[in-house]
């Protein structure tokens, strides 16, 4: 069984910053991609941003610039650096685990954690 939990949200006020932490735990073979998403109240969940396990990034375009992803390897870990932070950015924001149980290829999971609350007021 493979878990992810989340934490870091907070209220902040426009312009601050804050780090969301992200771990993955369990008995799995592989973590492949880990990855930030959002949802606003009233809105689809949303691409925030994805790092693979060799280090490639991806960023929506609305935080391009202002977020930076980062990952942990030995740690099971991937954190999420959110600054120049708008009200708009406002959200609960997930993580996100995929990868394989076992070293077959249908032996895939996806893993959701429950969610961090960010606030930014302003």
């Known amino acids: 069984q493979v878990r992810v939990a989340e934490s870091g949200g907070d209220l902040v006020q426009a312009g601050g910053s804050l780090r969301l932490s992200c771990a993955a735990s369990g008995r799995f073979f592989s973590i492949d991609v880990m990855g930030w998403y959002r949802q606003a109240p009233g809105k689809q969940r949303e691409l925030v941003a994805t790092i693979t396990s060799g280090g490639i990034i991806n960023y929506s375009d609305s935080v391009q610039g202002r977020f930076t992803i980062s990952r942990d390897n030995a740690k099971n870990m991937v954190y999420l650096q959110m600054n120049s932070l708008k009200v708009e950015d406002t959200a609960v924001y997930y993580c996100?685990?995929?990868?394989?149980?076992?070293?077959?290829?249908?032996?895939?999971?996806?893993?959701w954690g429950q969610g961090t609350q960010v606030t930014v007021s302003s």
């Open positions: 996100n685990a995929r990868g394989l149980i076992r070293a077959e290829l249908d032996a895939q999971y996806d893993r």
